[in-house]
Structures are given as structure tokens and as C-alpha cells.
């Protein structure tokens, strides 16, 4: 059963150039989580999302930045004109569906995508 | 809002050793508190969790956790500290009981020196 797999794992870019992140979550589950990790620091919840909702996007920055999590396909975090203050490692957590919490509780995590901003 | 807390960014073990990571949490109702394990340029793993019934919650790799509500606290423990659990340990607490979001403490880096 595969894990939560996120891509691309390593991300370079320029300021002002787009970037987009894509996360598969586990097999079965249909809910997921955006994470942001700056440079030692703690993890910071961006946005939830099901399938084709956005449920809670309170972690997300105004401007710039966007989630989706269509219908087929991975859910895809894209951050429009990069800014040095973007670099960091963006996590994909997902949960199983349903409309009260998972029977195990936790959240499933991706490797994370490395976003780097020259 | 709920949140957790964990005052020591790093704490330093000699292998062998016991190891406590203090997590303190601040909620309104009941918590739904969990341990995560980060290792360099990996993601996050789940260590242990508790919900309800026994204070002392055991986990992954030979870790435990003791939840102390008069304390608001949920340490992490291990008897015996390998060199090989030197890593970015996480507490997080759930948001709402209808929710699967987390929100997480600032981390504790673990070290721990042969």
C-alpha cells in the first residue's frame, strides 16, 4: 500500500517564476493537508482540502498561493511569483474519508517537496 | 484555540539513558494528542497518539508517552536512548474532534552522543 507520495522532492526556482507541487495521497483517502517547514522552524497547516473542496484554507497566505484537489489526479499546491521567503519544505499529510475523524486519528505525511527560491 | 507547546528546542541524551521531550498542551474539551518523528530531509512519522483510556501510551520503537491532564502535559519518554533516535520530534494536537488537522509544537531536537 503505497505511502503519500509527493513530487517534485527537490524544486528550484527563480523569484517571479511559478511553482507547483503535487500530492497523491494513501490509497483510500480522500482528505488532504497542506504543510509549510521554513528553515528550523515548527510546521505550519496551509490548507485542507477533499475532493474538489477546499475545507479550511486558514494557513494560506492571501496572495500567491492556491490549492486544489480535483476530482482525479493529485492535489497540487502552486505558488505564483516566487519570493526568497517561499523557500522551504511544503508536506502533504492525508487522512481517510468520512465525516468524522479517521478510527486511527493520525495524519499520513509525504517525503515533502524541498522548494528552493534563487 | 488549541495548541501544544514544547519548551526545549534541543535536548541532549548519552546513549543508553533515559530521554523525556516535554509537550504541555492548552485545549478546551478533551485532547486528541500525538507524537511525530522527523528525521533529516524525510517527512513526518507517527510515533503514538492518545485519545482516551490509559495515561500511558506506548508507540514505535520502544517509545511512550504519559498523559497527565492535572499537568496539561504529554511527555515523550524512552527508557533506554539509542543514538539512532537523534531526530526533530513534533507534538501536535488535533484541532476538533471533527477534523484530522493538526497543529504542532515548534519541535525538539533530539541528540543523542555514543
Known amino acids: 500500500n503505497a505511502g503519500v507520495m509527493q513530487n517534485p522532492r527537490h524544486l528550484v526556482r527563480r523569484r517571479g517564476q511559478e511553482a507547483r507541487l503535487r500530492c497523491s495521497p494513501m490509497k483510500g483517502h480522500s482528505h488532504v493537508y497542506w504543510y509549510r517547514q521554513l528553515p528550523e522552524e515548527g510546521l505550519k497547516f496551509m490548507v485542507y482540502l477533499q475532493k474538489e473542496n477546499i475545507i479550511d484554507e486558514s494557513g494560506m497566505p492571501k496572495e500567491r498561493f492556491s490549492a486544489e484537489f480535483p476530482k482525479e489526479g493529485p492535489s497540487i499546491l502552486r505558488i505564483q511569483q516566487v519570493v526568497r521567503g517561499d523557500s522551504a519544505a511544503y508536506f502533504c499529510a492525508s487522512s481517510p474519508p468520512g465525516g468524522q475523524p479517521s478510527g486511527t486519528g493520525e495524519l499520513f505525511f509525504g517525503e515533502g517537496s524541498r522548494l528552493t527560491v534563487l | 484555540a488549541q495548541s501544544v507547546a514544547q519548551p526545549e528546542d534541543q535536548v541532549n541524551v548519552a546513549e543508553g539513558n533515559p530521554l523525556t521531550v516535554k509537550c504541555t498542551y492548552s485545549?478546551?474539551?478533551?485532547?486528541?494528542l500525538f507524537w511525530y518523528v522527523q528525521y533529516p530531509n524525510r517527512g513526518l512519522q507517527f510515533l503514538l497518539k492518545y485519545i482516551t483510556g490509559d495515561n500511558l501510551v506506548k508507540g514505535s520503537y520502544g517509545f511512550e508517552a504519559e498523559f497527565n491532564k492535572s499537568q496539561t502535559s504529554f511527555h515523550l519518554k524512552k527508557p533506554s536512548a539509542l543514538v539512532s533516535d537523534s531526530a526533530l520530534y513534533f507534538c501536535?494536537?488535533?484541532?476538533?474532534?471533527?477534523?484530522?488537522?493538526?497543529?504542532f509544537g515548534t519541535g525538539t531536537r533530539l541528540q543523542v552522543f555514543p
Open positions: 485545549v478546551s474539551g478533551n485532547p486528541y
Open positions: 501536535a494536537v488535533r484541532e476538533s474532534y471533527n477534523t484530522d488537522k493538526l497543529i
